[in-house]
């Protein structure tokens, strides 16, 4: 079974352009997540889906991040325009309903340069 | 409001030595508590779990955390050190199984020595 899985594994953009990170969740997990490490601090809870619909997010940090999940199936976090602070390690996770692990991609570094 | 505070963002052992990671939490619930493991370039991997029940959690490659209610704690440990346990560790909080946000901690790099 395939994991958690995410595109690009890195991106380089400059300041003020957009950038949009992929993210295919387990097969049949109604339940994604992204999180986001900056620069060596702990990793931060951005939003939650459940299928298609938006549980929270309220670790989004500002208007410039749309995350979206098409039919329930992948999701994707687009940044536009992308700033220096945006650089860090982008992470998705899924679950199944009702389980509490949370199986984690294995990240995208961004670098906002 | 829950949140996770790692002891060391480095620690240091000798191969063979005890590996003691500290890890103490705050929860307004009864938590849900978990340990993972990011090894260079790869994802997160989930070490362990607390939920329910037996306080002592095992959890894979020989480690083991122990939930402790009264010192708010759940701190990891392994009775050897081996040089593959290098990597970084990151202890994290839930409210509750699936459907919740994990909180992290800082994260603790673990450096094995030979």
């Known amino acids: 079974e395939a994991g958690v899985t995410q595109f690009p594994s890195h991106s380089v953009i400059e300041k003020g352009q957009t950038v949009t990170l992929r993210c295919d969740p387990i097969s049949g997990h109604d339940n994604l997540y992204w999180y986001r490490r900056v620069m060596g601090k702990e990793i931060k809870f951005l939003l939650h889906?459940?299928?298609?619909?938006?549980?929270?997010e309220s670790g989004m940090p500002n208007n410039r991040f749309l995350a979206e999940r098409t039919g329930g199936t992948y999701s994707t976090l687009k940044v536009q325009p992308a700033e220096l602070e945006d650089s860090g390690v982008y992470f998705c996770?899924?679950?199944?309903?009702?389980?509490?692990?949370?199986?984690f991609g294995a990240g995208t570094r961004l670098s906002v340069l | 409001a829950q949140s996770v505070t790692q002891l060391g963002s480095h620690v240091s052992v000798s191969e063979g030595a005890l590996v003691l990671l500290r890890c103490n939490y705050s929860?307004?619930?009864?938590?849900?508590l978990f340990w993972y493991v990011q090894y260079p370039n790869q994802g997160l991997q989930l070490l362990l779990k607390y939920t329910t029940g037996a306080t002592l959690v095992k959890g894979i490659n020989g480690f083991e955390a122990e939930f402790k209610k009264s010192e708010t704690s759940f701190h990891l440990t392994k009775p050897s050190a081996h040089m593959s346990d290098a990597a970084e560790y990151f202890c994290a909080v839930s409210e509750g199984t699936g459907g919740f946000k994990t909180i992290f901690g800082a994260g603790t790099r673990l450096f094995v020595k030979a």
């Open positions: 889906f459940v299928k298609e619909s938006k549980q929270d």
């Open positions: 929860s307004s619930v009864p938590p849900y």
């Open positions: 996770a899924s679950s199944p309903a009702g389980v509490g692990i949370q199986y």
